[in-house]
């Protein structure tokens, strides 16, 4: 919420221009008109934020190097002055942030780093209604540094909710997040439908790899257009 407002404040950041997201009106969701207004952040402060990591364009990602230029603009008052305190009321996304940061990173190693995805397993999987089972796996690597897991998104071409009951994400065999047959757990994107799983805080070591995987529950019965086999494409990890 207070990102969004920050966002708001600036102008030329606006999240939405009327309803949820709008200046008055923000909301603790990170969804794709936050993530879009983020983008243009970056692109307006592209020297600051893009250009050391060796970007061209925003990703949409509140990262540390996007939270540092947020805070810095708080510091210097060019952002809200609701946000711009030291009180603790809004840690975080405030100065106040910076010693969280700290605490989230600690015992992190390494710089700017990145993720490697392989060993990508997306087959043809048939589940008995009320049966669960995995759909995708992937490996991934931390390479250059160690890496903190925030968010993972996986891609479905038709309403998951529909179909499950419940989608979950596990690491390494363990679930660490799970989404309910709530058609607000899943946004349209294009032609597609996005399961987001955020605020992970799972760290994979430089030079570790961990496995990813989706669990899928169907529903215990299914309209008899809906009982056929659903595929999850390639996901997208950020």
Do not use: K
């Amino acid at each position: 919420m207070r990102l969004q407002e920050f966002l708001n404040a600036n102008g030329f950041t606006t999240v939405a221009a009327s309803g949820a997201g709008s200046p008055g009106q923000e909301t603790s969701y990170y969804g794709p008109l936050t993530a879009a207004a983020v983008t243009d952040f970056q692109g307006a402060y592209s020297s600051q934020i893009l250009a050391p990591l060796g970007l061209s364009a925003g990703t949409g990602y509140f990262g540390p190097s996007t939270r540092t230029q947020a805070n810095a603009l708080i510091t210097a008052g060019d952002g809200d002055d609701s946000e711009d305190s030291d009180d603790g009321d809004d840690s975080d996304d405030s100065d106040d942030s910076d010693d969280s940061d700290d605490s989230d990173d600690e015992g992190l190693s390494g710089g700017e780093g990145f993720i490697n995805v392989s060993d990508l397993s997306v087959g043809s999987v048939e589940i008995d209604t009320g049966d669960s089972d995995l759909t995708v796996e992937a490996d991934v690597e931390a390479q250059d540094a160690d890496v903190e897991l925030n968010r993972v998104d996986f891609m479905f071409d038709s309403r998951p909710w529909l179909y499950f009951s419940e989608v979950r994400l596990m690491v390494d065999g363990t679930e660490v997040a799970a989404l309910e047959d709530d058609s607000d757990n899943f946004s349209e994107v294009g032609s597609e439908w996005r399961a987001r799983f955020s605020g992970l805080d799972e760290i994979v070591r430089e030079g570790e790899t961990v496995e990813l995987s989706l669990e899928v529950e169907v529903h215990d019965t299914l309209a008899g257009s809906r009982a056929r086999r659903h595929g999850c494409r390639r996901p997208s990890i950020s």
